[in-house]
């Protein structure tokens, strides 16, 4: 193991660890892939490029981590579902943004404490919501959909698809929110259940086209995000595997964090 890790204070509450690298000319590097479809805030663009100006506040955050622990991180995209068949082949070490589900952990490891994942190492919470045309009747109490009489669409490989399939809900997937969105307003689907701060970008985005969807409240689920890890990173890095953990935590709650993505809300 290069690194030698040595556990500092608590600050404000949080468990901090200091990395002490040995002096090598360069950085560990590892490679971490994420979804190709934008998830404003968090992730922004489609596709295989990445926006190095503005990638999104989940990029941001491990980038600042990895500049904090001397790691040089690779970040690529990849469709979700083929994100988690080459992390559990090991042939990249983490996938973000991964929401908890137990038939996950045969693709890579979560941040755990006690048998149990740790929110307190989580990169971010978000909401699902649902999305409707104005003036429908669909509508959703908290617990249950009334009125439903088509599918409701979500983004292909997500884990609200598997929530609302276990409600006996008829799902339509689709490769984004916004393909959803055009369903949606075509007449194709009832609803659309979306990660709320996207959709709500998309819809302010192109208010045009999509000026008569709301949003109905309360959210479908509130869930905190992961970053997965590859079994066999965690395997041959154990030690390094929980102190990148523990630096997102940190980060995540630091002013440089903050400052660095008042950007996405300007």
Same mark, same amino acid.
């Given at each position: =193991?290069?690194?030698?890790?040595?556990?500092?204070?608590?600050?404000?509450?949080?468990?901090? =660890?200091?990395?002490?690298?040995?002096?090598?000319?360069?950085?560990?590097?590892?490679?971490?892939?994420?979804?190709?479809?934008?998830?404003?805030?968090?992730?922004?663009?489609?596709?295989?490029?990445?926006?190095?100006?503005?990638?999104?506040?989940?990029?941001?955050?491990?980038?600042?981590?990895?500049?904090?622990?001397?790691?040089?991180?690779?970040?690529?995209?990849?469709?979700?579902?083929?994100?988690?068949?080459?992390?559990?082949?090991?042939?990249?070490?983490?996938?973000?943004?991964?929401?908890?589900?137990?038939?996950?952990?045969?693709?890579?490891?979560?941040?755990?404490?006690?048998?149990?994942?740790?929110?307190?190492?989580?990169?971010?919470?978000?909401?699902?919501?649902?999305?409707?045309?104005?003036?429908?009747?669909?509508?959703?109490?908290?617990?249950?959909?009334?009125?439903?009489?088509?599918?409701?669409?979500?983004?292909?490989?997500?884990?609200?698809?598997?929530?609302?399939?276990?409600?006996?809900?008829?799902?339509?997937?689709?490769?984004?929110?916004?393909?959803?969105?055009?369903?949606?307003?075509?007449?194709?689907?009832?609803?659309?259940?979306?990660? +709320?701060?996207?959709?709500?970008?998309?819809?302010?985005?192109?208010?045009?086209?999509?000026?008569?969807?709301?949003?109905?409240?309360?959210?479908?689920?509130?869930?905190?995000?992961?970053?997965?890890?590859?079994?066999?990173?965690?395997?041959?890095?154990?030690?390094?595997?929980?102190?990148?953990?523990?630096?997102?935590?940190?980060?995540?709650?630091? +002013?440089?964090?903050?400052?660095?993505?008042?950007?996405?809300?300007?």
């Amino acid at each position: =193991m290069r690194a030698k890790y040595i556990a500092a204070g608590i600050v404000c509450g949080i468990l901090c =660890m200091v990395v002490l690298y040995d002096a090598y000319p360069t950085p560990l590097k590892i490679k971490f892939a994420y979804q190709y479809s934008s998830n404003y805030p968090f992730q922004t663009g489609e596709g295989n490029e990445i926006d190095w100006e503005k990638p999104g506040i989940a990029v941001e955050l491990l980038m600042l981590a990895g500049e904090k622990m001397n790691i040089d991180i690779e970040f690529i995209r990849l469709p979700w579902k083929r994100g988690l068949h080459e992390l559990k082949f090991g042939r990249i070490d983490g996938l973000f943004n991964a929401s908890f589900k137990t038939e996950r952990l045969e693709f890579g490891v979560y941040p755990m404490k006690e048998g149990v994942v740790d929110q307190h190492r989580r990169s971010y919470t978000n909401s699902y919501v649902l999305y409707k045309v104005k003036g429908t009747p669909i509508q959703w109490d908290g617990k249950t959909f009334h009125n439903l009489t088509r599918s409701i669409g979500a983004t292909r490989g997500f884990s609200i698809v598997d929530d609302l399939i276990k409600q006996g809900i008829r799902v339509e997937e689709a490769n984004s929110t916004s393909q959803n969105f055009e369903r949606l307003i075509n007449g194709r689907i009832d609803g659309v259940a979306a990660l +709320e701060l996207d959709a709500d970008y998309i819809v302010e985005t192109y208010k045009d086209k999509f000026s008569n969807i709301e949003k109905a409240q309360p959210p479908l689920v509130t869930k905190p995000y992961y970053l997965l890890l590859s079994h066999q990173f965690v395997k041959m890095y154990p030690e390094l595997a929980e102190e990148i953990w523990n630096t997102i935590a940190v980060v995540r709650e630091s +002013e440089e964090f903050k400052q660095r993505t008042q950007k996405y809300f300007q």
